[in-house]
């Protein structure tokens, strides 16, 4: 058993639906008919303790929903899940103390105070010795530079401050596992860049179970091993990016910048782009390898230097989901 285990799980809606007319109103009032909406159908996956791992899938697809029912927000229409060892819905106190969670457009910081005064008051809430809260601060706030902003209304901070006060918020009483649904959302490269190297380095220093949901796939690729790609609540896929990659991500981009500008003309590769004495080629790695293909240029001119760009995840997830196909 892992330390999240879910089974078979389900979680379906009853949504009224509304009668047309004033007389449809009327009927409504004695025998209202509802509408089933299956949020999440027959999910199953187990992960263990320390892993980081990427829930991923279009608007809609119930990954949200897979969330709070783990959280304890919700309870299920069907099917098992434990955290912990507990069974969320049912254990929602204990389940708060072993988790942290960060909605990104969600903030658990009290809105009208200062910053510092939303960790004392954490402190109380979870019941944080003086020592576990003093060591915690000083660690969060070196790494991600809480004393810029300590005195400030949370209500006043920047998107890039308040995701880095609320990170540190779900930390601050040592839990084992750490949710974040769009933790990166609205960020600019450096702030995003600062958030993925906290969270890699409490996943390794600290062992913390990450569950991260995202659409930033830069998020999944620097952060995570192993995705789970959910859609119309089912899981679409559960492994590891380079089993995707290597079922998918069959094209590959050689950049190279020649010594002049050369018209080149090789064998197994398309001419994408062209900006002076920079080409991009694209190929496939199936048909040619990377090598005889630099091979092919060096032949017709001089290289100054060359790169290989790798198919991103995103561009694959969207030919997966266009065509409809599955990895088994």
Known sequence: ???????????????????????????????????????????????????????IGPNGAGKSTTIKMLTGILVPSAGDVTV???????????????????????????????????????????????????????????????????????????????????IAASLLHDPAILFLDEPTIGLDVVAKERMRTFIQEMNQERGI?????????????????????????????????????DRFGKSRILIVDLEK???????GAELIRSEGNRKWLRFNREEITAAQLIQQVSIQADIQDLSLEEPEIDSIIRQMYEEGLSVG
């Open 1 to 55: 058993m892992g330390i999240i285990d879910v089974n078979h799980l389900s979680k379906q809606y009853f949504i009224a639906k509304r009668q047309e007319g004033m007389w449809g109103a009327v009927r409504s009032l004695f025998h209202r008919e509802y509408i089933t909406k299956t949020a999440v159908e027959d999910v199953s996956f187990s992960i263990e303790a320390g892993e980081m791992v990427g829930y």
């Open 84 to 166: 912990g060892g507990l069974v969320p819905y049912r254990e929602r106190q204990k389940n708060a103390r072993q988790i942290g969670v960060v909605f990104g457009q969600r903030s658990q910081l009290w809105w009208d105070l200062p910053t510092i005064e939303s960790f004392e008051l954490l402190k109380q809430v979870y019941a944080i010795s003086d020592q576990q809260y003093r060591k915690n601060m000083d660690t969060f706030t070196e790494i991600l530079r809480l004393d810029e902003f300590y005195q400030t209304p949370v209500r006043q901070l920047s998107l890039g401050q308040r995701m880095r006060a609320d």
């Open 209 to 245: 179970t990450v569950i991260l949901t995202t659409h930033d796939m830069a998020d999944i690729e620097r952060l995570c091993k192993r995705m789970i790609l959910i859609d119309q609540g089912r899981v679409m896929y559960d492994g590891g990016l380079s089993k995707i990659r």
């Open 261 to 267: 500008d050369t018209q080149l003309q090789v064998q």
